[in-house]
């Protein structure tokens, strides 16, 4: 099967940086998404990757290496809003979307 | 991004009704449409994916009998829970993806469900 594995949960304080670690099977892969979800929303679209290596947009970056199947989620400057699970899915050649089960980041003042 | 409506918000019905719930793309054309349903502290699940103009694909486990998708024009797609009960009771997202060259998908608000 495809999996998508990502810590269940995970804490920082306020002004700090986290990292959100995804891997996924690369048999297949063509991309690599980063959803944000706060409690009782529908997930809100962060990023896509394709190609490795690391794109920044603002206080938060994707990276994305290929052939380790191995992404991360890296949020700067955190803000107490930042608190809220965080959703990796994979896009494969059949266009079929697996996504992980999310990180729930708690944040500390 | 591309802004993607859900309506109702939130509905609860007694046991037995059905509930329809739309999903619409505001500003494109959604060629295909997924619908979620995640329970309380639980990842998504992808319940069926709908192309416009043609069935429904459901997910493994997913009743279509009971779960009525209509994907009728490249705008809107429709989710019919029919006969419910309160193990139906979720929060249903609809997802929308512009055409096979924009993979992203845009989330609905989603629909709390609450069934009697």
């Known amino acids: 099967g495809q999996n998508i594995d990502q810590p269940t949960e995970m804490t920082a304080t306020e002004g700090a940086i986290v990292q959100i670690n995804c891997t996924y099977q690369t048999s297949g892969f063509n991309g690599l998404f980063w959803y944000q979800q706060h409690a009782g929303e529908a997930p809100t679209f962060l990023s896509y990757n394709v190609l490795d290596g690391l794109e920044e947009k603002g206080r938060f970056s994707s990276f994305l290496s290929r052939s380790k199947g191995y992404s991360y989620l890296l949020l700067k400057e955190l803000q107490m809003k930042d608190s809220a699970s965080y959703l990796c899915?994979?896009?494969?050649?059949?266009?079929?979307?697996?996504w992980g089960a999310g990180t729930k980041l708690i944040i500390k003042p | 991004g591309a802004v993607v409506s859900q309506h109702p918000s939130w509905v609860i019905c007694k046991s037995g009704t059905s509930v329809k719930i739309e999903c619409r793309s505001l500003d494109f054309q959604a060629t295909t449409m997924f619908w979620y349903r995640q329970f309380p502290k639980q990842s998504l699940m992808l319940m069926a994916t709908s192309n416009e103009g043609s069935k429904a694909t459901y997910e493994q486990g997913v009743e279509k009998d009971k779960f009525l998708i209509n994907h009728a024009s490249l705008t809107l797609s429709t989710l019919t829970v029919t006969s419910a009960h309160p193990e139906d009771s979720s929060f249903y997202i609809c997802s929308a993806r512009s055409g096979v060259e924009a993979e992203t998908q845009y989330f609905g608000p989603g629909t709390r469900l609450l069934v009697l």
């Open positions: 899915a994979a896009l494969y050649s059949n266009y079929q979307l697996i």
